[in-house]
């Protein structure tokens, strides 16, 4: 059975850091995608961050670009996104998700997806 489970939330000031860490079973971790997704208040989600464990290739939203940085430790089969300068507009509730073809921003590339990490981000 696939698990990811995403930790790491947390209330933080503008400016300030977090890192996220989804933990990730069942399933081949070294040949996989996975990727990470936000849901603000009143949107919808959104393609944050993806990496390709195979290969190393990721994926990164133009609004997190220069800020976020994902990366992957096959050693404990989990997959981090360290969020810097955070912003008001970075608060929401953060996914991750596994099983894509591609690394990609479109959660219908993913089959399968863990629970969400708030993340709140005060001005």
């Known amino acids: 059975e696939v698990q990811l489970q995403a930790s790491g939330g947390g209330l933080v000031q503008a400016g300030g850091s977090l890192r996220l860490s989804c933990a990730a079973s069942?399933?081949?971790?070294?040949?996989?995608?996975i990727g990470w997704f936000r849901r603000a208040p009143g949107k919808e989600r959104e393609g944050v961050s993806c990496?390709?464990?195979?290969?190393?290739?990721?994926y990164y939203a133009d609004s997190v670009k220069g800020r976020f940085t994902i990366s992957s430790d096959s050693a404990k089969n989990t997959v981090y996104l360290q969020m810097n300068s955070l912003k008001p507009e970075d608060t929401a509730v953060y996914y991750c998700?596994?099983?894509?073809?591609?690394?990609?921003?479109?959660?219908?590339?993913?089959?399968?997806w863990g629970q969400g990490t708030q993340v709140t981000v005060s001005s």
């Open positions: 069942g399933f081949i971790f070294d040949d996989n995608v």
């Open positions: 998700a596994t099983d894509a073809i591609v690394c990609g921003a479109n959660e219908e590339l993913y089959a399968h």
């Open positions: 990496i390709s464990t195979s290969d190393g290739s990721t």
